[in-house]
């Protein structure tokens, strides 16, 4: 298996307590962009000194600007179903939890997408249990049809991302065949022993079968997955050189890595405490766990979601945060039960703030919120994507893509205090357009949308 477990213990043993002469080394190395080993990386991750924590975090912080500028793309997650046959230790939706199970029917998606529409969102993460017989691969392809057909004024939802249980080749070829974003997969652990413990006797609890998924997803064709780890269950160090070691097998027998990783850390929810888990991450270890992701794969995506308070969301997004939820409800049709002020969860979540007054905070930070969902309608994914982000050229085209749809969020969802935050920035962003000619063709499409035209992708 690609996952070496003696090896990773090996280098984390090898790279104790490391001098700042070494960090500083595997920096250097970093800043050039020469790639870094799986020893480089656990140098960094034994660092503990504060000034070589701030040095790490001084180069995640100019490797995200560098490569993905002022933007920050939002999305929310959608769950359909909380069945499930699993016993996962650590999560609300375990088959031991007795409540009132429910999925939702296509009526009900369809109103959460509503719902969704009018909170601005253009990018979903599908999300359901897993269960063959009360939600098997039919269901989700059913509610991926009709999340797509919900349209709604100007309301509609461009790119879904599908978070299910790992899966046959053949069901993730009817995923592809439905047009999906990114296929999501969290490996929850890459520690063997860890993974078994946390999963017992039960479908998912098949370490092997769980981490091969992304290359079932390949060969079915779907060229982004994104991956994650549920920090929380075993070291953390031994995690991101496992998120590595998978990253680079896919890398080698694909062509292309990690579209994005999510960072999820363990929350209580319904039977689950957090008495018993030794490995929680301090804030000091997850912020290091960010920056030295952002460092290690300076391409790939990093997706924070409202598990985390609004205070380490802002301060993530500087160390390399790329993607965040805004908005959203981890319990299924949650959405409608908020506005009717009864909402349930899968676990708890730590920012509720709806999407404008997170994105007034990004604008009064100078970030560009971005609902653009453009690479996926036009074909730019796994490695078409990938030498379009190497080659720096994804800066023509995410940027003023960004500013576009930046606007049409504020024309369609905004008040007058986030258009006039949001005008400024768009007003600065257009004019720093490094071509000339995608300069102007950002400029005519942002007059269009003024009166109303909507066809403005690049
Ligand atoms: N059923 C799908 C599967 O098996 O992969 C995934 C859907 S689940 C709704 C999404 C993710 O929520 C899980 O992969 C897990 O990492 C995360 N999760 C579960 N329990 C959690 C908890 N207590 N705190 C934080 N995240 C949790």
Redesign the pocket.
């Known amino acids: 298996m690609f996952i070496n477990h003696d090896f990773i213990y090996k280098i984390l043993e090898e790279t104790k307590n490391p001098t700042n002469e070494e960090i500083k080394e595997v920096l250097e190395k970093a800043k050039k962009r020469d790639g870094l080993s799986y020893k480089d990386i656990a140098i960094l991750l034994q660092a503990e000194d504060k000034n070589d924590l701030e040095e790490i975090y001084k180069l995640a912080g100019e490797i995200k600007k560098d490569i993905y500028g002022k933007r920050v793309v939002v999305f929310a997650?959608l769950?359909v179903s909380?069945y499930?046959v699993?016993n996962?230790v650590?999560?609300?939706?375990k088959r031991d939890n007795k409540f009132t199970r429910r999925k939702l029917t296509m009526e009900e998606v369809a109103e959460e997408v509503r719902i969704l529409e009018k909170m601005g969102h253009k990018r979903l993460a599908l999300?359901?249990?897993?269960d063959p017989v009360n939600a098997p691969i039919d269901y989700a392809l059913e509610c991926l049809d009709t999340i797509y057909k919900t349209q709604n004024a100007n309301g509609e939802i461009r790119r879904v991302n599908v978070?299910?249980?790992?899966t046959t080749v053949e069901n993730y070829k009817k995923l592809n065949e439905k047009g999906i974003g990114t296929y999501?997969?969290?490996q929850?652990t890459y520690h063997e022993d860890s993974y078994n413990k946390m999963h017992p006797k039960s479908l998912?609890g098949d370490y092997e079968y769980?981490l091969t998924a992304f290359d079932r997803a390949m060969e079915a064709g779907i060229d982004d997955v994104g991956a994650?780890?549920?920090f929380?269950l075993a070291d953390p160090r031994f995690e991101v050189l496992g998120l590595m070691m998978h990253n680079a097998h896919l890398e080698e027998k694909y062509g292309v890595g990690f579209h994005t990783i999510?960072v999820?850390?363990?929350?209580?929810?319904n039977g689950?405490t957090l008495e018993n888990y030794p490995y929680l991450l301090d804030d000091k270890m997850f912020k290091k766990v960010v920056a030295i992701l952002r460092i290690a794969v300076p391409f790939t995506g990093l997706i924070l979601?409202t598990?985390e308070t609004p205070k380490m969301r802002r301060e993530l997004l500087k160390y390399g945060v790329s993607q965040i939820s805004a908005g959203s409800s981890?319990g299924v049709g949650g959405y409608k039960q908020r506005e009717e002020g009864e909402e349930i969860k899968?676990?708890?979540t730590n920012d509720e703030r709806s999407p404008i007054e997170i994105l007034k905070e990004l604008l009064d930070d100078g970030y560009i919120p971005s609902y653009c969902t453009a690479c996926y309608r036009k074909g730019r994914t796994g490695d078409r994507f990938m030498s379009l982000a190497k080659s720096g050229n994804i800066k023509y085209v995410c940027e003023p893509n960004a500013i576009m749809t930046l606007l049409e969020f504020t024309l369609d969802y905004g008040d007058k205090e986030l258009y006039d935050k949001a005008q400024e920035i768009i007003n600065t962003e257009v004019e720093n357009i490094p071509r000339e000619d995608i300069k102007n063709m950002t400029k005519a499409s942002l007059e269009k949308m003024k009166n109303g035209e909507r066809d403005f992708y690049l």
């Open positions: 997650p769950y909380d499930c699993n996962c650590y999560c609300g939706y999300e359901l249990g897993e978070n299910i249980a790992a999501i997969l969290f929850e998912k769980h994650g780890v549920l929380g999510s999820p850390r363990l929350q209580p929810a689950v979601s598990r981890t899968q676990f708890k």
